[in-house]
């Protein structure tokens, strides 16, 4: 069988795409920590056993960095070797799909909040749950992206389906503060093939307790809904991605891009995420723009450059609103305070 040079390049990217994210992802797991730690079980065992900590604020931002650095260095990569355009795509796919992913995090405080999972075993959650969403996410691009290919009209599907999105998303405002356990389906469907415990075991996802069954512990509890919630969420956001490009090697980069620094960036956000008031309109513009985009692609096809420019304004915007607020709210938390340290401080002994 005879390649082109074209399909060779295309391969080289995919083998580059493989080993740039296994590496990161190696590291960042602690993988390579752990083989490590292993050797050194023997010589230095107090010392490894204090290494074992929680993941502290700024390690996730420094990862949260490492990720994004690395997300744009692949985009240099894409660039230097399938041209402009193609970069473009990938940027404005990434971008779309982290801004989506930052607003599924709300769902996994609550859902950590909900079953009382301790900050320190978030972690493994999360880890397993990205893992999960990448292989998820895989054939659900190549089926999307296939059904476009073969089926011009399911661009009005997608394109319809993104303006129903937005209008649920801005109809339901309000996030509950809990989520209801015995009622969520996959919590249902999850009773169905083993019986559930209500106490943890440190980070075990499932326990053999002294009656000799097998239970599923919180841990695995709070696995299986984040996984039930991102299957939801990619088939909301993958439609938007397939709206820039229906190229699967742009489309699964950045999807999977965006979303290996969910876990450092949920830790860095975890305690301001209230803080982004004008997030969900942000969310829910840039999706009706894109179900817009995608509507009338046969009448007008919008520049790949206007669509991230639009998107960047759409977050702008909403980051800067959001930024007046919160100094609003903190003049007037301190001038109330002011007030009320003077009242006692002129009032009676």
């Known amino acids: ?48 056993s204090k290494e074992k900590k929680v993941r502290s604020t700024n390690d996730a931002l420094a990862w949260t960095i490492v990720w994004i650095s690395l ?119 999850l009773k169905k093939f083993v019986p559930l415990t209500s106490k943890l075991y440190e980070s075990r996802f499932l326990v053999r307790l002294t009656d000799g069954a097998l239970y599923a512990t919180p841990m695995l509890v709070a696995l299986i809904i984040i996984e039930m919630t991102d299957l939801i969420f990619a088939i909301d956001s993958i439609p938007a991605v397939l709206a820039i ?7 699964i980069t950045s999807n999977i891009f965006a979303i290996l ?8 956000l975890a305690g301001m995420m209230e803080k982004f008031y004008y997030l969900k309109p942000a969310l829910v513009a840039s999706l009706m723009f894109i179900g817009a985009k995608m509507l009338a692609s046969d009448i007008y096809k919008i520049p790949i450059e206007i669509s991230l420019i639009v998107i960047f304004v759409i977050l702008g915007i909403a980051l800067g609103l959001s930024a007046i607020k919160l100094k609003i709210k903190n003049n007037s938390y301190a001038t109330l305070s002011e007030q009320d340290f003077g009242s006692k401080k002129d009032g009676p002994i």
């Not at 960042?28 to 490894?48: H, P």
């Not at 059904?147 to 996030?175: C, D, N, P, Q």
């Not at 620094?261 to 860095?268: C, H, I, M, Q, T």
Request: glycine share 6%; proline share 2%.
């Open 261 to 268: 620094g969910l876990r450092s960036l949920y830790f860095v």
């Open 71 to 189: 997300g744009l260095i692949f985009a240099g990569v894409i660039y230097f070797s399938m041209g402009y355009e193609k970069m473009l795509e990938y940027i404005t796919g990434y971008t779309l799909e982290k801004t989506l992913s930052v607003d599924n995090m709300f769902v996994f405080l609550l859902i950590f909040t909900s079953l009382a999972i301790p900050h320190q075993y978030q972690h493994k959650v999360l880890s397993v749950g990205i893992l999960s969403a990448i292989a998820m996410r895989i054939p659900l691009v190549i089926v999307g992206a296939s059904l476009l290919e073969s089926f011009h009209w399911m661009i009005y599907v997608f394109g319809a389906f993104l303006l129903v999105t937005a209008i649920r998303m801005a109809i339901h405002r309000k996030e509950k503060e809990n989520i209801d356990i015995e009622r969520n389906i996959a919590v249902r469907l």
């Open 1 to 48: 069988m005879i390649f082109n040079t074209q399909q060779v390049e295309v391969v080289l990217m995919w083998v580059l795409f493989s080993i740039f994210v296994g590496v990161a992802l190696a590291i960042d797991l602690g993988v390579i920590g752990k083989i490590k730690e292993m050797r050194a079980k023997g010589s230095n065992q107090k010392a490894a």
């Open 245 to 251: 490009t229906t190229d699967p090697f742009i489309v």
